[in-house]
């Protein structure tokens, strides 16, 4: 039984809760929304029995890690130089990185800036894409001008804060069960809708039961942390999705270099956005893409044995 232990680390001006388990190369694993370190709890003994140290932080603004107050210290540099500081906490010169949703792009971003503290990079559900040549949410506003999108409902500050806290339990079991796998409708029917006067809670189905991937016990811990901290530090994550494009006018038309790969859920509907085949003229160096049949979002705690089956395959690739 692979032991996890917890500690906190002071990287880039935070404080940091980080799990970790093994020995060996590092490799640190970057949740998203509204996830914690426990997202990757299937991820964590596997890859450390293969001979790694794993790393898996609650990043800024989750769980047991600092909640900074300003709105702009969650863009994607700040949210980048937590993890250089966190490998230079650690002691390594490098490691392999893996993010899924929201990490995703704080991983793919860091290949790019950072790719000689990088020795491979793994995204899961969000694939990479260059930068765009304008403001991302300006072409979701064009594109949603008649729909309620939820990155769009996200964005006023205090606003989705109070909606998705008013009642944790009741948002957290409706959002991770409306895009998984197993929901009925996984697709982007659950993220938009119709304007009018109800917030994302209300718009998300009550399921009947929770999903075989989900039990009892791992819902209460997220109710419990997000109960505690509530949802601001991550939904200032996507407020400064503008600011991310502002601030790295350097990565205009810049691929990735380092080696990759990306695993995602077929019915996952981030995919219906971002087609992981546009990737392939992107990366230079991209070892596989898994396409994991009838899972959803939350791949890595949906279908844990296909997903440590990919990430261990790449990892035995870089030698």
């Known amino acids: 039984m692979t032991d996890i232990t917890h500690r906190t680390v002071a990287t880039n001006g935070i404080d940091m809760h980080i799990t970790e388990a093994g020995e060996g190369p590092v490799v640190v694993l970057c949740h998203g929304f509204p996830e914690l370190w426990y997202s990757w709890r299937h991820q964590i003994p596997a890859i450390a029995e293969a001979g790694y140290h794993v790393i898996a932080p609650d990043q800024r603004g989750y769980g047991g890690t600092t909640q900074t107050a ?76 008649e729909t309620w999108f939820y990155f769009l409902y996200f964005q006023e500050p205090g606003v989705a804060d109070a909606d998705l806290s008013r009642d944790t339990a009741t948002f957290m079991r409706r959002f991770l069960t409306a895009i998984g796998g197993e929901s009925v409708e996984a697709g982007l029917a659950q993220l938009s809708g119709p304007r009018d006067d109800r917030g994302m809670v209300d718009r998300l189905p009550e399921p009947g039961a929770l999903p075989t991937w989900l039990g009892q016990a791992d819902l209460d811990y997220y109710v419990a942390e997000f109960t505690r901290t509530g949802f601001t530090g991550g939904l200032n994550w996507y407020r400064n999705f503008n600011r991310n494009w502002e601030i790295t006018p350097e990565l205009a038309g810049k691929g990735l270099d380092v080696p990759a790969a990306f695993v995602a859920g077929e019915r996952d509907p981030v995919l219906a956005m971002i087609p992981p085949e546009s990737m392939k003229d992107s990366i230079a160096d991209l070892r596989g893409i898994t396409i994991v049949p009838g899972a959803g979002h939350w791949i890595q705690q949906e279908r844990p044995a296909e997903v440590n089956a990919a990430v261990l395959a790449f990892l035995s690739s870089l030698g």
């Open 70 to 145: 300003e709105l702009e210290s969650y863009d994607i540099k700040n949210l980048g130089d937590d993890i250089l500081g966190l490998l230079d906490a650690v002691g390594a010169e490098d490691a392999v990185l893996i993010g899924h949703d929201w990490g995703a792009p704080v991983v793919w971003h860091l290949a790019q800036r950072a790719p000689a503290r990088v020795r491979g990079v793994v995204g899961m559900s969000v694939p990479f894409s260059r930068r765009g040549d304008g403001p991302p949410l300006d072409v979701m506003k064009m594109i949603f001008t």
